[in-house]
């Protein structure tokens, strides 16, 4: 079993749908969980960071964390063709490396 | 401001040639990683430097080597290129691994060997 697992999609979804992007993980150490969004023949740009469980929220994203579950979800509400790219998730426990999901590939049609 | 700064963005090498990858980043950050991506397969760590003079071997280090030349700089090198090592390679940086700190990437090197 990886350590981080995440639906590889690809996923479509018409412009102004709700989109959730989950990952699940298996190691209870990690404590720091981000979001990055990857356009095509891009690097990976950061996008949202949550250190606690809980939901944080950033304009049109939402990230939520549940520890228990061991499982972080990204919302994005209205969203765009702009938002058409990897989505990846990443963790890190204190003083280690991080861990990246494999990337959920959204494709967001006008 | 640049960020992370690597090169060249595209190569094409034939088995068995030898080339070095280049990263610099401005942020002043501590710790520098080499990453590839294939698909499917997500990002996997080839090394790391946590600080200026040390480096560690991530989850995929065979075929590689790597200098960190100074706080700035981490170049990769691949001493005897395979077609398995066809891939997109990204550096990377971040501050120490703690609270409120994340990882910053450049814009990839996409290699391929023949």
């Known amino acids: 079993q990886k350590e981080v697992e995440q639906d590889p999609g690809p996923l479509s979804v018409p412009e102004g749908a709700i989109v959730s992007l989950n990952c699940t993980y298996s190691?209870?150490?990690?404590?720091?969980f981000m979001w990055y969004r990857q356009y095509s023949r891009k690097g990976p740009e950061l996008l949202m960071y949550?250190?606690?469980?809980g939901n944080k929220e950033d304009g049109r994203f939402t990230a939520q964390v549940d520890k228990s579950s061991k499982y972080i979800s990204l919302f994005i509400r209205d969203s765009q063709p702009s938002d058409s790219a990897t989505y990846l998730c990443?963790?890190?426990?204190?003083?280690?490396?991080?861990?990246f999901g494999p990337g959920t590939r959204l494709s967001v049609l006008p | 401001n640049a960020g992370v700064t690597q090169t060249p963005k595209f190569q094409v090498l034939k088995t068995g040639q030898s080339m070095t990858l280049q990263c610099a980043q401005d942020?002043?950050?501590?710790?520098m990683y080499w990453y590839r991506q294939d698909p499917g397969m997500g990002l996997r760590l080839i090394y790391y430097?946590?600080?200026?003079?040390?480096?560690d071997k991530g989850e995929v280090p065979n075929g590689y080597n790597v200098s960190r030349l100074n706080k700035r700089e981490f170049s990769l090198r691949l001493e005897s290129a395979a077609p398995s090592q066809t891939s997109v390679y990204f550096c990377?940086?971040?501050?120490?691994?703690?609270?409120?700190?994340?990882?910053?990437f450049g814009e990839g090197s996409w290699l391929t060997v023949v």
């Open positions: 990377a940086s971040s501050q120490p691994r703690g609270p409120g700190n994340t990882i910053y």
């Open positions: 190691n209870s150490a990690f404590q720091y």
């Open positions: 949550t250190y606690s469980s």
């Open positions: 990443a963790m890190m426990a204190y003083g280690q490396n991080f861990v």
């Open positions: 942020m002043n950050h501590n710790s």
């Open positions: 430097s946590a600080s200026e003079g040390t480096t």
